[in-house]
């Protein structure tokens, strides 16, 4: 069993945000959350994180609402990183990922073995060389595996990212998302690029106002008539190596050009 949710409903500001979402996940997973601005993803996430609670339906640890768990316990089983990282601070880095290690101190900040779960997370985000590197003379993409490296440093069974391949490069996007989808941790990964997410989820659902309309292998979910009714453009769908590739087709403009 793992982070699950069963028929979520959460409204905000008398907006229903959220409307009936089940997903059960398989332990190792990597889940791509997929849809158009203003679909729910993010605040799916916030709810799965515990930081909002849902008007109706629960949210599940193995079997136990999340509600009903404290939130230093909860902290050392999931870990979110956010769309955005900022700190007037000038920290190192490996004193970014300390901070993942917070819910495993005791009220004297003690914390056995959290060195060691400190460096497997610079290593396995490929931040060991950048340890002791300030925060700001860092890339975006830089302080993102920074970021995740912090929340690995919780030791995680659940990890939720929020968009996590925002304004980078390509290079670094491509290296953020191989690394995650290579952990042996249940993720779950709002993305806008339906190609990263046909290459590295092993399933996708696909939010629209809130709901679910599709729910599956990338293969399976990702057609050109869903991508067409949920984003509203034409696409063509092939499959390339078992995953589908996804190629939008330019649509007639009745902008008149210069």
Known sequence: MTLS?????????????????????????TIGLLGPNGSGK???????????????GAVTLDGTDIGSLGRRDLARRVAMVGQHAHTEVDIRVRDVVRLGRIPHSDVFGRDEGGTDAIERALAVTGMVE????????????????AQIARALAQE???LLLDEPTNHLDIQHQLDILERVAALPVTSYVALHDLNLAAMFCDRVVVLSHGRIVAHGTPSAALTADLIEKVYGV?????????APAIRYRRLRSSVARA
Request: charged content about 30%; hydrophobic content about 35%.
């Open 5 to 29: 949710v069963q028929s979520l409903r959460w409204s905000r500001g008398g907006n229903l945000v959220i409307d009936d979402v089940t997903i059960d996940p398989v332990q190792g997973e």
């Open 156 to 158: 995680p069974e659940e």
């Open 42 to 56: 993010s605040s799916l996430l916030r709810l799965l994180a515990g930081i909002d609670r849902p008007d109706r």
């Open 130 to 145: 950048f340890a002791d590197r300030l925060w700001r003379s860092m890339s975006g993409g830089e302080r993102q595996r």
């Open 234 to 242: 034409h696409a063509t769908v092939t499959v390339d190596d078992g």
